[in-house]
Every structure is written in structure tokens, then in C-alpha cells.
């Protein structure tokens, strides 16, 4: 991409109304534009990242045996008045009339319909276990959003329903989608830990929020610091082999929210210099909530007896907009973001610092095509600007590498590279650093 034709409307001013650093960020680097309190635009560089975190979470989900589908935003009322929640939600719910006087809502969450297409196309115990999901927009009006994507009101979630026959095997999609998150969540390059929770407005008995260590999260948290440093399964993982160790290891320390936190047990089990008490952010619930909707909802299948049964079900929630706040909020430093390979809206930003030098000009083309040939992705900085308004807007934009070309270095062909994260340079010869991307792609994709 080259960037004198892509939009990206960088500032170098903070704006007033963002308190806390992904916020800021986001907006000073053009990934999103405000259109309404809590509702926001995607720009290009914000909907790569966007892009790139979605496929992630399929990518986990898909391995872990879910399958996805996609449901529309808008949902008829009546379907939430089968389950008894159209009254009960109350005014986070968006509700619509249509011209003909139907009622309509924007979904919140979609358990009720997704009970629906179910209850309408599966009936035997044979289809079961099921896991479905989609990635889609939902609307909440909550009354402070605030934080930029971090509480909005139009959001991306990714939501996953699983149908079991029992509750064994409803505890089991449960600790199917326990590790898949573990997954996820590390291969973005940031620590999610799992912590026990109450289940609120979606019901049932069992649950956890998934969150992300931040000084700005809403919620303050505790923690046992040995869990920073535990393990993932790697990807010959068996899911439907046993879970348990797994899921011991990442809910047997300690680590509460300050809703469901027992200060006595927290001195009790973690020795003082292990005791971390700050706050977080929730990217992702899950939830087992058996039969709450299948009951009223009347979703029946016929078990291997004959005799039919409403299924046990769980859901399972990733706040996909919410992560790009929350990856910011744990990468950045004082001249812009840090993203972790793995999300990076591109891999390489080169730069080009003498714009209509025959000899830059030539190199950086060269360049650009190389990379892109090695399925790299690359943002070329190709407009007429000066050198250090340059810089900083890759530092803002925070792309892991900087590949800079200018006539001096040019002169004993070689470049400079530049490793975001750490700041450390080197001047290289072109073919040497480009060989260095080459490797850190291939490492990156393995
Ligand atoms: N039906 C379940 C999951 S399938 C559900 O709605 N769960 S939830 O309420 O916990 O939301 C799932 C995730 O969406 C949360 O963990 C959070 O990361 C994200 N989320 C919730 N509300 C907002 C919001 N206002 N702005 C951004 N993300 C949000």
C-alpha cells in the first residue's frame, strides 16, 4: 500500500475528549473516527487490525471444532418474549419499529435466535455436540460509553453457543472453548487470564471473564503473578481429548474480580510478593448456562432412549473491537502504539526519506515489490514530507519494522532497519535486511 493514496489522518494533538491511552491512540494514528457517542467508523488502518484479530479467533475456534455461521443484527421482539427477556433487558436494548408496526430490536446478543435456528433444524441427539458462531456487530446503549472501542455501543463480538445432550457434555464445549481461548488470545500477543465470574444478564452457574492487565480496565482484579507466566497448549492440541490439566492450571491460582473476590482467601493462598492487585479489561466471557433457554424456548432433542430432552447449552463471548483497545492499552509507549506482530495492520512500514530522488526512489520501489512478492505486507511511505514528520508517524502507527531509505546509506547500498518494539537499529545491506524480514515473516507464521 502505497501511502500518499491511502487515508490515514494521523494528528500530533492529543484529543480532549480521550482519557486513556488506547483511546488516544486510536484516534491520533486514523484507526477510527467517533460518529456518534460510543459508535464509530473504521478507517483503512483500524480495519486491518480489526480484520487481523477476527482471523485469529476463527482460525482458534475453527481448529477447536466450532463452526461458524452469520445472523443478521436485526431481531423481532417476539422471539425475546419466548425467553422472557425482551421485558427484562431493559434500555441497553435498541429497540425498532419497522413500517409495518413490527417490533424489531438490535441485537445485544443473539442466544434466543441462535435457540431458534437450532430448535428448527436439529432434532437427534446424533448432531450433538454443536458449537456454533459468528462475528457480528451488536448494539448495547450503554448509558457511559466511554473509553473509545473499549465500552462502546455498536461493537464486533464474536458469539459462540454450544448444544449439548447432558451437562457432562456441556461442561466439556465448555472446556473446549476455555482453551481455545487461551490460544487466542496469546497468539495476539497479549496475556488473557481466566477468572471466575458472575453471569449476569445471559444466566447460569458457571463462569469466567477472560481479562487483560491494564491500570485503565474497569474492573479492579487479584491475582496470583504465577499465573503471568503459565503455559498455552501448543497447536497439536487434542480437543477432544482431556482438557483438564489444561483448565486446572489456568483456574486453580488464584485470580478474582473485585465482584466475586474473598480478600481472606486471597492472603491465605498467594504469599505477599506473589499478591498482584490492579485492575483490568474483559475480552471475553464465557458462560454455562444449561437449560435457561432451552426450557421456555421448548429446543428438544430425542435421545438415544427415544425420550426427548431440552439441550444444555453455554456461551461463549469475544469482544473483537474491544481487543484493539485492550492490545493498545498493554503495547504502546510515549510516541504511539506497539503492535505485536501477530495484529500489526502491516508488517513493514518503508520509508522513503528523500521523495523524488531518482536513486531513493528507484531503491524503495525495488524494495516495495520484493516484499510484496515475499507475501509481505508493506505501507509505503511515498509522500513528499520530511524526514521527521515521517518517523513519528510510523511510530505512531507502531508497524513492528521501519525500513529506511535515504541517499546517504543509499550510496553504499544499504538501509536502515528498525525494530519498533525495541527502538534498535542497523544499517544493513539491502539484501541483508530484506532477508532479515523474510526470516522474521517466516518466524512469524509458523
Ligand atoms: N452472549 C454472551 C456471549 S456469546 C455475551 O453477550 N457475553 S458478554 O456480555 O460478556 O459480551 C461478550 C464480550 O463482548 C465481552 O467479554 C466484552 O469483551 C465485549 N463487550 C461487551 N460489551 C461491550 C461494549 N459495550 N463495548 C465493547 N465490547 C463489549
Known amino acids: 500500500m502505497r501511502l500518499s493514496r491511502y487515508l490515514l489522518p494521523t494528528s500530533k494533538d492529543n484529543p480532549a475528549e480521550a482519557q486513556i491511552a488506547s483511546h488516544r491512540l486510536m484516534l491520533r494514528a486514523g484507526l477510527i473516527r467517533q460518529e456518534a457517542a460510543g459508535i464509530y467508523a473504521w478507517l483503512p488502518l483500524g480495519l486491518r487490525v480489526l480484520r487481523k484479530v477476527e482471523a485469529i479467533v476463527r482460525d482458534e475456534l475453527h481448529r477447536a471444532g466450532a463452526v461458524e455461521l452469520l445472523m443478521p443484527t436485526l431481531q423481532l421482539a417476539d422471539l425475546w418474549r419466548e425467553s422472557g427477556r425482551y421485558d427484562a433487558y431493559g434500555p441497553e436494548m435498541l429497540r425498532i419499529r419497522d413500517r409495518h408496526e413490527r417490533e424489531l430490536l438490535y441485537g445485544p446478543t443473539n442466544e434466543e435466535m441462535i435457540h431458534e435456528i437450532f430448535r428448527s433444524t436439529v432434532r437427534s441427539y446424533r448432531d450433538l455436540p454443536m458449537n456454533l458462531f459468528q462475528v457480528q456487530w451488536k448494539f448495547r446503549d450503554e448509558q457511559r460509553p466511554r473509553f473509545g472501542v473499549l465500552r462502546g455501543r455498536e461493537f464486533l463480538m464474536k458469539d459462540g453457543y454450544s448444544f449439548d445432550l447432558d451437562e457432562a457434555g456441556a461442561r466439556k464445549s465448555y472446556q473446549q472453548m476455555f482453551v481455545a481461548y487461551l490460544r487466542m488470545f496469546r497468539r495476539m500477543g497479549i496475556t488473557a487470564i481466566p477468572m471466575r465470574a458472575e453471569t449476569g444478564p445471559i444466566g447460569g452457574d458457571l463462569s469466567h471473564e477472560f481479562i487483560v492487565l491494564a491500570e485503565t480496565g474497569e474492573s479492579a482484579v487479584y491475582v496470583d503473578r504465577d499465573m503471568l507466566s503459565l503455559d498455552v497448549p501448543g497447536d497439536d492440541i487434542d480437543y477432544r481429548g482431556d482438557l483438564d490439566a489444561w483448565v486446572d492450571a489456568w483456574s486453580v491460582p ?193
Open 254 to 446: 488464584y485470580a478474582a474480580t473485585e465482584d466475586v473476590h474473598e480478600a481472606a482467601r486471597f492472603e491465605r493462598e498467594v504469599p505477599p510478593e506473589r499478591r498482584v492487585r490492579t485492575r483490568g479489561i474483559e475480552v471475553g466471557q464465557i458462560f454455562y448456562y444449561g437449560a435457561k433457554y432451552a426450557t421456555p424456548m421448548r429446543v428438544l432433542v430425542t435421545g438415544a432412549d427415544g425420550i426427548e430432552r431440552p439441550i444444555h447449552g453455554g456461551c461463549y463471548g469475544v469482544g473483537v473491537s474491544r481487543l484493539l483497545g485492550a492490545i493498545i492499552e498493554a503495547g504502546h509507549d510515549e510516541r504511539g502504539i506497539v503492535w505485536p506482530d501477530a495484529v500489526a495492520p502491516f508488517q513493514v512500514g518503508l520509508v522513503n526519506l528523500q521523495q523524488g530522488d531518482e536513486q531513493v526512489d528507484l531503491a524503495c520501489e525495488a524494495l516495495y515489490k520484493e516484499l510484496q512478492r515475499a507475501g509481505i505486507d508493506v505501507l509505503y511511505d511515498d509522500r513528499d514530507e520530511r524526514a521527521g514528520g515521517k518517523f513519528a508517524t510510523m511510530d505512531l502507527i507502531g508497524l513492528p519494522w521501519q525500513l529506511v531509505v535515504g541517499p546517504r546509506d543509499l550510496k553504499q547500498g544499504m538501509v536502515e532497519l528498525k525494530r519498533r518494539a525495541t527502538g534498535e537499529r542497523e544499517t544493513l545491506l539491502i539484501d541483508t535486511a530484506l532477508a532479515k524480514l523474510l526470516k522474521d515473516a517466516h518466524r512469524a507464521s509458523i
